[in-house]
C-alpha cells in the first residue's frame, strides 16, 4: 500500500538501536506524545542535531532552566537533551563526569534526571543522593510559569516523585526495601553525625542546623 512505509517510520521515529533500558527501548521511557512534540521542536531540530555525548555537554552547559513542557505543551531545551542523551546512551563514565561538574549545575541537572531515568535503582540511590546537600540554584519552566528551586530538591523529587519534568519515572523500590535486602547500608545524614559528636552541647546545634542548611537554607553563589 501506498505510503504505507511512511507510516511505519512516523509511528517509531526516535527509537533508539542499541541496548533496552527496563525491559523496553530507551526512547520509550518518554511517552511517545511528549517524543514527537521534542522530535517535532524547533529546538530539537536546530540544536540537537548531530550532537555527540562531547557535544551535548556543550549545550548542556549553555541551558538557563529545566523543566518538562511549558506554553503550548512546548517541550523545554531541557527536556529535549534529555532526550537525546537517551538516543546517545553514553557510557556510564561519561554520564558519572556530568554528575561530577559542580560549576555546571544544569549539566549535573540533566545527568541527575538520565541517571533516575535509566539506570539501576541501587546505583540511583548511591549516586543522587550525595546530591541533596546541593543547594545550588535551578530555575524550573512550567505550564505554570517559572519557579526557582535548588538542586537537592531536584534530587528529592526525582527520588520520591512518580514524574518529573512531565516525565513519568521509572518504579524505584524505597530505600528501606534496598537496606533489608542488604542491597544499600543505611543512610546516616551528616547532621546526625555532628549532633551524636556534640550530644549535650545544645549550644551548638544551631550553627551545625544553619551549616547543614536545615533550619535556614543559605543559597550557593551562582
Not at 537533551?81 to 554520564?95: D, N, T, W, Y
Request: aromatic content about 8%; proline content about 5%; hydrophobic content about 40%.
Amino acid at each position: 500500500m501506498e505510503g504505507g512505509p511512511e507510516r511505519g517510520i512516523t509511528l517509531e521515529r526516535g527509537l533508539v538501536k542499541g541496548q533496552e533500558i527496563h525491559s523496553q527501548n530507551p526512547a520509550r521511557l518518554i511517552e511517545k506524545i511528549i517524543r514527537e512534540r521534542i522530535l517535532d521542536s524547533p529546538y530539537w531540530k536546530e540544536q540537537c542535531f548531530g550532537l555527540t555525548a562531547a557535544t551535548l555537554c556543550d549545550r548542556a552547559v549553555e541551558l538557563t532552566y529545566i523543566g518538562g513542557q511549558y506554553g503550548q505543551q512546548r517541550p523545554t531545551p531541557f527536556l529535549c537533551l534529555a532526550f537525546k542523551v537517551i538516543q546517545l546512551q553514553p557510557e556510564k563514565e561519561i554520564i558519572l563526569e556530568y554528575l561530577a561538574a559542580e560549576d555546571f549545575k544544569y549539566l549535573r541537572a540533566l545527568a541527575a534526571f538520565y541517571i533516575r531515568l535509566t539506570f539501576p535503582a541501587v546505583d540511583v540511590y548511591k549516586l543522587l543522593e550525595p546530591l541533596l546537600a546541593d543547594y545550588h540554584r535551578l530555575k524550573l519552566r512550567s505550564m505554570n510559569g517559572f519557579r526557582l528551586i535548588y538542586i537537592d530538591e531536584f534530587v528529592d523529587m526525582l527520588l520520591t516523585d512518580e514524574r518529573v519534568c512531565d516525565i513519568a519515572l521509572p518504579r524505584l523500590p524505597k530505600r528501606i526495601v534496598l537496606e533489608d535486602m542488604e542491597e544499600l547500608e543505611p543512610r546516616e545524614s551528616a547532621l546526625g553525625s555532628e549532633l551524636s559528636d556534640l550530644e549535650g552541647d545544645s549550644d551548638d546545634i544551631g550553627d551545625i542546623e544553619s551549616k547543614n542548611g536545615i533550619s535556614s537554607r543559605r543559597p550557593v553563589d551562582d
